[in-house]
T-cell receptor, first 112, second 112 residues
Framework: SQKIEQNSEALNIQEGKTATLTCNYT??????LQWYRQDPGRGPVFLLL???NEKEKRKERLKVTFDTTLKQSLFHITASQPADSATYLC???????????WGAGTKLIIKP | NAGVTQTPKFRVLKTGQSMTLLCAQD?????MYWYRQDPGMGLRLIHY???????AKGEVPDGYNVSRLKKQNFLLGLESAAPSQTSVYFC???????????FGQGTRLTVV
C-alpha cells in the first residue's frame, strides 16, 4: 500500500541544536517534495520545495534533502529557536495529477 | 494582501443540516483545493479545481459538493451534515502544480 510516514511522537530539541525531521514514503514516485509549517489553529505555511533531481535545498537555517533511492526526505533546522516550535508537514507532489499527498506531521518542541 | 480567506472560522451544525464554506483568494491563482484535517492524519483532499468553472473529486469527496463560478472563489457545500464530517477544513490555492500552496486559516466544523 502507499503511505507516507512522519514521526508521530513529538520531537524535543534543546535551543541552539539542530533539529532533524524525517519523511519516509513507500510506493510513490514523487516529482517534488514540499515541507510546510503549521502552528496551532492556523493553516500550513510553505517552507521549501525540492525536486527529484535535487539532493539538497537550503533556505536560511533550513535544509532539506531528498533521497529517491531511500524514499526519504530529511528536514533540518540549524541553530533552533523556541519560535521554531510547530508541527512540520511533508507533502509529495506527484507528477501525474494535481494532488499533494500529505504526511500527518511531526510536532517539534524547542526548549529554551 | 489578504491571500486566502475562509469563512466562517467556526460552525456547529446539527446532523442533517446543510451549510456552505466560502474560500476567496486574491492572488489570481488557477488552482484551488479543499482539504480536511483530522487528528493523526495527513491533510486529505476533498475536491479541487484547475480553473474557473471546473471541479474534480479528490480523495474523500463523498458528502461534499463544490462550485467555482468565479476564479477567485471556491465554495464547499455539505448538503446533509453527518458527525463523520466533524473536522477542520482548509482551503488552499496555487499558481500551478509543483508550486507552493497558500492556505486559509481553516474552518472548525462540529456536527452534533
Amino acid at each position: 500500500s502507499q503511505k507516507i510516514e512522519q514521526n508521530s511522537e513529538a520531537l524535543n530539541i534543546q535551543e541552539g541544536k539542530t533539529a532533524t525531521l524525517t519523511c519516509n514514503y513507500t510506493n510513490y514516485s514523487p516529482a517534488y517534495l514540499q515541507w510546510y509549517r503549521q502552528d496551532p489553529g492556523r493553516g500550513p505555511v510553505f517552507l521549501l520545495l525540492i525536486r527529484e533531481n535535487e539532493k539538497e535545498k537550503r533556505k536560511e537555517r533550513l535544509k532539506v534533502t531528498f533521497d529517491t533511492t531511500l524514499k526519504q526526505s530529511l528536514f533540518h533546522i540549524t541553530a533552533s529557536q523556541p519560535a521554531d516550535s510547530a508541527t512540520y508537514l511533508c507533502a509529495l507532489d506527484m507528477r501525474s495529477n494535481y494532488q499533494l499527498i500529505w504526511g500527518a506531521g511531526t510536532k517539534l518542541i524547542i526548549k529554551p | 494582501n489578504a491571500g486566502v480567506t475562509q469563512t466562517p472560522k467556526f460552525r456547529v451544525l446539527k446532523t442533517g443540516q446543510s451549510m456552505t464554506l466560502l474560500c476567496a483568494q486574491d492572488m489570481n491563482h488557477e488552482y484551488m483545493y479543499w482539504y480536511r484535517q483530522d487528528p493523526g492524519m495527513g491533510l486529505r483532499l476533498i475536491h479541487y479545481s484547475v480553473g474557473e468553472g471546473t471541479t474534480a473529486k479528490g480523495e474523500v469527496p463523498d458528502g461534499y459538493n463544490v462550485s467555482r463560478l468565479k476564479k477567485q472563489n471556491f465554495l464547499l457545500g455539505l448538503e446533509s451534515a453527518a458527525p463523520s464530517q466533524t473536522s477542520v477544513y482548509f482551503c488552499a490555492s496555487s499558481y500551478r502544480t509543483n508550486t507552493e500552496a497558500f492556505f486559509g486559516q481553516g474552518t472548525r466544523l462540529t456536527v452534533v
